[in-house]
């Protein structure tokens, strides 16, 4: 199952409200998760079956989705959310991610 | 604490072997299912290997499927990765992932990562 991520990068200001969006090949249903990288560190999961926030994640991120598309939203970006992030299906092995986006401070 | 801590990567010649070893504190690996994930300089993710020992079932990537061996040691509460006739693109961050209770493949909690160079 092929996942593609748009738009690879982006920039945007703090505040602003920010729409990363990942596109299955095949339909999986809701098993989707979304992962925040930063440079240097292990990827952190932030969301998963869509919309499910995991434990400790602020309310600010959100997803949406099922079928082939998904979308991660963050409400108002903060300082700390300049990262990349991908998005990788749950539905079968191999595990497949996303190419990523980059979020980059404007 | 819950953690996992990788080990054993290093600067390796196109052709050699190594052994990544994942070391799982804070609770039993056994009881979960584990992946190996690796990351080029620069790259994106990419899933090379699954490991779950209550069902004896293994996974790998085609990319490294006959040259790579997923396996765990209960004693040792520990994960590996033995990488055979290694090549220049298997050059990256190499990571221990867990797989949360109850899920096939959501991965909750990932390891520092381990950097494996493969170079002349």
């Known amino acids: 199952i092929q996942l593609t991520q748009s738009p690879s990068s982006l920039s945007a200001y703090v505040g602003d409200r920010v729409t990363i969006t990942c596109r299955a090949s095949?339909?999986?249903?809701?098993?989707l998760a979304w992962y925040q990288q930063k440079p240097g560190k292990a990827p952190k999961l932030l969301i998963y079956?869509?919309?499910t926030l995991q434990s400790g994640v602020p309310s600010r991120f959100s997803g949406s989705g099922s079928g082939t598309d998904f979308t991660l939203t963050i409400s108002s970006l903060q300082p700390e959310d300049f990262a990349t992030y991908y998005c990788?299906?749950?539905?079968?092995?191999?595990?497949?991610f996303g190419g990523g986006t980059k979020v980059e401070i404007k | 604490e819950v953690q996992l801590v990788e080990s054993g990567g290093d600067l390796v010649q196109p052709g050699g072997s190594l052994r990544l070893s994942c070391a799982a504190s804070?609770?039993?690996?056994?009881?979960?299912?584990v992946n190996w994930v690796r990351q080029a300089p620069g790259k994106g993710l990419e899933w090379i290997s699954y490991?779950?020992?209550?069902?004896?079932?293994?996974y790998y990537a085609d990319s490294v499927k006959g040259r790579f061996s997923i396996s765990t040691d209960n004693a040792k509460n520990s994960l590996y990765l033995r990488m055979n006739s290694l090549r220049a693109e298997d050059t990256a961050v190499y990571y221990c992932?867990?797989?949360?209770?109850?899920?096939?493949?959501?991965?909750?909690?990932w390891g520092q990562g381990t950097l494996v160079t493969v170079s002349s």
């Open positions: 804070g609770f039993t690996l056994t009881n979960y299912s």
């Open positions: 490991i779950d020992d209550s069902t004896y079932t293994i």
């Open positions: 079956a869509g919309s």
């Open positions: 990788q299906q749950l539905n079968s092995y191999p595990l497949t």
């Open positions: 992932a867990r797989v949360k209770v109850g899920w096939y493949a959501l991965i909750d909690l």
């Open positions: 095949q339909g999986i249903s809701s098993f």
